[in-house]
């Protein structure tokens, strides 16, 4: 997939191409391959010798073309929920209140298959599918890097064609990808896509994984990116090899988890991004609920809620009857409150605030170990360890829910 290949030049200009892959899936001459640019991000590369100028790839890329097909079983009112999976231990697992679980359970219920985004063996973010309960398991929790989708849309669309049932997770502009590949509706299809603030590269992110396995001298066989051992308000990164948890730093300590919240890193699609919207093509919206007892005193538990938005039938449908089976509680919350609270993440642009660090982080990338990238950018400095500190004795006595609300003044929740 890198850079050797015979790649003569990109598909459209860098800065408006998502890496969504719906060229990559399409084109027949297999003319296109996936690389990786200087900042680590992927793109689709295309081979000209093998190209036939057929003109497939541009006429569905999304960012060529805005408008694609309307879905017919739009609801006229969104519906919003705060849920939770009644299961605690999936909702422990997973990065919020594991909605997406019951979703994946719902799918395999029905004959069906459940895409997402998985580690692989090589801790590598790519989409890959299930066709069990139990294998799904491998979809849960949020990675903050791009995934690689590879060939999912082409495999999403074999499986709706056998008359599967299928659950599509991902971005909101992978989502965009997959129905700009598929070109029309699907009774069958059920996409889920997540409020999202932006995505770090996949190189950046094994920079930091080298880091990590040099500094801490271990091999690393897990990496969790927002685990719950000190509850659902103050999650961490957690490093594992083989069984043992080797390393576990919250958003205040963690390199990668810093320079995901600074917001600085993203792909430069996420900075004018067109699916960062209230109305999306999604069946459903997820995010996180950190304010539950704004809403629901009862569900203020810290293991963990969503925030879930149905736009279309289906839907809605589907989360009300996982709520009648008893899989998932849920409590209806009119969408403007719902949406008010995230509305940096939702609907509005996060604008890029130090370009220059940006532009030092990346030169520094290419040239520095990553040990020294990392030790220079996100050092663990008195500060950070105080604020540490800090954090861990408020867990301990047991107040750190109050001190963050007061802090907040119930107002801007950011995902850490
Ligand atoms: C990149 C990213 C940014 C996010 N930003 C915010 C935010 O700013 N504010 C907020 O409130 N919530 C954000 N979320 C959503 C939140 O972190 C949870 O993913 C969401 O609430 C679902 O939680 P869950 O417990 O139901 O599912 P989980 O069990 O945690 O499952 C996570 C689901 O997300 C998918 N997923 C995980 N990583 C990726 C990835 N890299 N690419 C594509 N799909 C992925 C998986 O396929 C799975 O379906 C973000 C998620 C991601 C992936
Ligand atoms: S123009 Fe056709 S052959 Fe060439 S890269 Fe695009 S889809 Fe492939
Ligand atoms: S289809 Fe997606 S990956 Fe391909 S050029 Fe367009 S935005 Fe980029
Ligand atoms: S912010 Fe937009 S462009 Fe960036 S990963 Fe999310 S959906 Fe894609």
Redesign the pocket.
Known sequence: MMMEKRINSYLIRKENCYGCMACYNICPSGAIDIVEDEEGFIFPGIDRKKCTNCGMCYRICPSLNREDFDRSDRIEEQKGYIAQNTDTNIRI?????????ALAMWCIWQGGVVF???LDDKQS?V?SFAETVKDCEK?????????NVGKSYELVKNFLQQDRYVLF???PC?IAGLFSFLGREYDKLLT?D??????LSPGVFRNYLEFQRQSLKKTITRVQF?EKRWGYKYTAMTIYSDRKCIYARGPESDGLLRAFFENIYNRSTCYHCQYREQNRKSDLT???CFNVNLYNKKMDDDK?T??VLAHSIKGKKVIEELAQKNIISLYEVPVTKLISE?TE?MYEDLPLTNTEKRIRFFYDYARKTPIDLWRKYYPDSLKVKMKRLTRKFLIMIGIYQIARRIKNGHAVV??K
């Open positions: 697992m997973s990065t919020s209140g594991g909605i997406f679980g997402g985004a998985l973010v989409h979809f849960r929790g949020s990675k903050y890097v791009q995934s997770s991902g971005t992978q889920v997540v409020v999202c603030r932006g995505i927002r997820l995010w996180d963990g969503n925030k995230n993440s950011k995902g």
